[in-house]
């Protein structure tokens, strides 16, 4: 009888033991703002809008990385620039179509834009149940800066729309418009892809802002991505 109860005793600090240690871990961060807590009014999601434009400036896309980026890459693929010869050689590869998708020429543009897609996400999603004045614009400049990233992949990593007969009908990209880290979203056609980066900008050049502070979408400029896409 002693030893069943003693069994029990035992079994009960364990238990006891392993509820502190979650009632431990389920805390907010002490030096951060957690996801929920940091979109909680206006000023949240004015902090949160330029948190997904930060994302633009990472070397991938159009901060300037060595690998390649939006600035460079382009030209670089289209021979509009001339290799410097006695320079250090960052582009040959690009220059010289020489990489395969092993490489990790074109991998930090691709994990920046799918990180500045995501940080918009998170954004559209918190944003629903909000009702503040700046709603709707934040909205547009999330959806916009979405569609901005999923065409910079999607001129890189699909056939542009005029080039072939079959190139509409041809593998994309995945277009992400969810949270979920353990998703696995599917290419899509390459006309699919077009077509919602298009919906989307559309929908946007109505309901943002004509002037928003400087380095921020407005409408003039999301009217520009279209004409472009």
Sequence with gaps: MKKIFFRISVLALILVGYTACDDKLDQDPFDEFGTDAAYEGAEGFENGIRGVYSGLTSGGLYGGGDSGGMLDAPDVLADNVTTAQKGRGTRRDLHNWRYVP???????????AYTTIYRANVILDK????EGVNKNNITAEARALRALAHMNVVSFFGKIP????????????????GIDPDQLPAREAVGCVYDKIIDELTCDASNINASNPDGRLNREAVNIILSRT
Excluded: C, P
């Design 102 to 112: 092993s490489d990790n020429r074109l991998n930090e543009l691709y994990n920046a």
């Design 162 to 177: 005029t080039q072939s007969s079959d190139a509409n009908e041809s593998l994309g990209i995945a277009y992400v418009t």
């Design 127 to 130: 944003i629903k149940d909000f």
